[in-house]
């Protein structure tokens, strides 16, 4: 089985080169790891023990990282190895200046886990959420190199659940602790008889909490905003902008929106302000007119936008999946967001206690703005929910330094 296994992942790297012929993204992953310098470490790098880390992404990243902070602070002189299977991961965190090295993940071969393993010495190694690579992992246990899974969750979807998922099932008996997000992916490891698992939640809700307590003055939003109330609409696509711009313009006077798209491409953002029936003015442009819509057109400042927020919207809910809603819901600003929300356990569980909602198209996202306008007590209170969960969700991130270190 494992034969049949890497040869799907060489399977699979050809085809990402053949796709690289005329896709941006493939290009960028071939090219990544054609050009990684991973296994070329000085002589005092090959002479030291590492911590590797692994994500598949940013947002794997960002679960990662109070952990790699924790490590660093507790730890200052151990190295850090960090990994990407993503090119938009890689390419935005590069230069991340708690890890010693970033790079991409070789594809998971028995071979390329040989080296890696061999030039490296790990002490620990910790994958994020969802990354199994089973020759890795099978490796790290050879060699007797702790594997943690960190902020994991299950599904009873995924092959070790399913009656068919024996080889897939054995492979997690070479990780030595599963730290998970909820009391669910407890409940399946328990049914495939696995218990080395602890139930800690989402590190990344501790980093979000301690940004949200971080706040930096911003005397340009500031001055857009002036008196009026904020609706904040986060990592849109063009799928929740054709919803959302229509009810913008019916908003009443005294509210102003933040729109911070996904992608602050030009064409993007002149797209968006071909729709837009109301005043509007760009971040970049630095603008003393009091228009409706401030569009945030560059990267990095979301995060610090929802704190102005009686309400937000945070998009991808229309397309395959919502963007972090825990930046928001960390300042207690209750969110909405589109139906595909079904894979992130805080939408769930604030979906479930009134803190957040889902929206099936125009007629609910209307009925949910005008709710959170109008209604002072429902908006106060789901934003009291939210304060709540965030408090009742971080610390994560301590009770994996307790269990490890």
């Not at 790297?13 to 960028?28: D, E, H, P």
């Not at 602050?264 to 029936?277: C, D, F, G, N």
């Not at 569009?295 to 704190?307: E, K, M, T």
């Not at 929206?359 to 703005?369: E, F, Q, S």
Request: include cysteine; charge should be positive.
């Amino acid at each position: 089985m494992r034969i049949l296994y890497t040869f799907g992942i060489v399977a699979y790297s050809m085809l990402v080169k053949i796709a690289s012929l005329f896709n941006t993204k493939a290009k960028a992953w071939v090219k990544g790891r054609k050009t990684s310098e991973i296994y070329k470490l000085t002589t005092g790098e090959a002479s030291t023990k590492w911590i590797w880390f692994h994500a598949a992404s940013l947002g794997e990243f960002e679960q990662g990282r109070p952990l790699i902070e924790a490590i660093k602070s507790q730890f200052p002189k151990k190295k850090i190895l960090l990994t990407f299977f993503s090119p938009s991961g890689y390419e935005v965190r590069k230069n991340y200046e708690l890890a010693d090295r970033v790079e991409y993940l070789p594809a998971d071969t028995i071979s390329n886990a040989k080296k890696l393993i061999s030039s490296y010495g790990f002490e620990m190694v910790f994958f994020i959420k969802y990354e199994f690579w089973f020759n890795y992992m099978y490796l790290l246990y050879i060699n007797k190199i702790p594997l943690y899974f960190v902020s994991a969750r299950f599904r009873h979807y995924q092959h070790f659940f399913s009656w068919y998922g024996w080889w897939f099932r054995k492979q997690l008996d070479y990780v030595n602790t599963f730290f998970v997000q909820d009391e669910n992916s407890a409940k399946l490891l328990q049914s495939i008889s696995l218990s080395n698992y602890v139930v800690t939640g989402d590190t990344r809700f501790d980093r979000v909490f301690r940004l949200s307590r971080q706040q930096n003055p911003l005397p340009q939003i500031e001055k857009f905003i002036a008196d009026r109330k904020v609706f904040v609409v986060g990592s849109s696509w063009p799928a929740d902008e054709e919803l959302l711009l229509p009810v913008i313009t019916q908003l009443p006077g005294d509210y102003a929106v933040i729109l911070a798209p996904h992608d602050v491409s030009e064409k993007h953002i002149k797209a968006i302000e071909s729709q837009l029936q109301v005043s509007y003015t760009r971040y970049s442009a630095q603008s003393n007119e009091k228009a409706k819509v401030l569009l945030i057109d560059n990267v990095g400042l979301l995060s610090q936008l929802y704190r102005f927020a009686q309400f937000a919207y945070v998009g991808g809910g229309f397309g395959q999946n919502i963007h972090n809603i825990q930046e928001a819901v960390a300042y207690g600003c209750p969110v909405f967001f589109g139906p595909n929300h079904k894979n992130f356990t805080e939408a769930l569980d604030l979906v479930r206690l009134g803190g957040a909602f889902a929206v099936g198209g125009k007629a609910d996202l209307l009925i949910t703005v005008n709710k959170f306008i109008h209604d002072d007590v429902f908006r106060q209170t789901a934003s009291e929910v939210c304060r709540r969960y965030v408090d009742e969700s971080i610390g994560a991130t301590g009770k994996v330094m307790e269990s490890v270190f």
